[in-house]
Each structure stands twice: as structure tokens, then as C-alpha cells.
């Protein structure tokens, strides 16, 4: 019998809980995703994703104020969405291993940027801000803390991480 509470396969988080524990706390995992950036139209990059289960094949143009075609959604759309999806899952998570069944869990999330200096070589920070909003039936309190601590997503963006760029 699956034990699931908030869309969350308990079994399977304990499981994943227990592997790690038994690899001395940690669960490596590595994602690889490749792309290809189209030197004429629309969209100007595509890339397949792939799940447990299936693939699906993602498209970005960059705004029309940087050049682009502004048909497809934006990199910094895929951004957002990514963090927002990442830490409304691992909220629901944290609330299914603590008992706490929700009725409904909503996410807004809002990335301040300036785009300046990706066309003009002022040396200013890009991203300003992101804020991510919190609407649920429930009073959540200190899990919305221990989430932004526990969600891949915003760990990511929160800290600074090690990032190669080469040519191959």
C-alpha cells in the first residue's frame, strides 16, 4: 500500500532517505541536458528534458528586447518556474513527512532583473531579487523556512556554486 500524503510517495522518500543514509548521508545524483541554440527564428533554443518516464522538448527565445523573437517563453520564465516548482514540491514534502495534509498549495514567484548590462557591459548585478509567495489553507510557519533550507532549487540560487563554461 503507497502511504501518500500532498501528491508525495512517502515510501519513496523514505527509501530515497535510507539509501542516503546508507551512502554515508548522501544521494548523488547528475543531470545532463543538452541543447541547441537555432541561428535563424523561432524559437532561438530547444532542448529535449527527459523525466522517469518520458521526454519533452522545451523552447526559449529571449525577449524582443534583447534581440529575440519573443515567441517562446523566456530563459529567466524556465528560471523562475524551475524554483517555484522545486520549492512548492519540497514544501509538500516536508509537510507530508510531518503528517500535515494540505488542501491546496500555491507558489507565486517574481524575479526582479535589469537588463542592462547584458547589452551595454555596465558592470551591475542582473538579478535583483526573487521573491516567492506562499499561499495554502493551512498555516505553514516554520516549514516554509525549513524548505527554503532543504529545496535544490533555491540552494542553488542561494549560494554560490561552482560553474565551468568551456568550449569542447
Do not use: W
Amino acid at each position: 500500500m503507497v502511504s501518500e500524503v500532498n501528491n508525495i510517495d512517502l515510501d519513496k522518500v523514505r527509501r530515497t532517505a535510507e539509501r542516503a543514509q546508507e551512502n554515508g548521508g548522501h544521494f548523488p545524483v547528475e543531470k545532463t541536458i543538452e541543447g541547441t541554440f537555432n541561428l535563424r527564428g523561432s524559437p532561438m533554443f530547444t532542448a529535449t528534458l527527459q523525466s522517469d518516464y518520458s521526454s519533452f522538448t522545451y523552447s526559449a527565445d529571449e525577449p524582443s528586447a534583447l534581440g529575440g523573437r519573443g515567441v517562446h517563453t523566456t530563459p529567466l520564465s524556465y528560471l523562475l518556474f524551475g524554483v517555484m516548482s522545486c520549492y512548492a514540491s519540497t514544501l509538500a514534502i516536508q509537510c507530508a513527512l510531518r503528517g500535515l495534509k494540505l488542501g491546496e498549495l500555491r507558489v507565486t514567484g517574481k524575479l526582479f532583473y535589469d537588463l542592462a548590462p547584458v547589452v551595454s557591459g555596465e558592470e551591475a548585478p542582473i538579478i535583483k531579487r526573487l521573491e516567492l509567495h506562499v499561499h495554502a489553507d493551512r498555516e505553514l510557519g516554520d516549514l516554509i523556512e525549513i524548505s527554503r533550507g532543504r529545496c535544490p532549487a533555491v540552494y542553488a540560487i542561494s549560494h554560490p556554486i561552482e560553474t565551468v563554461i568551456r568550449q569542447d
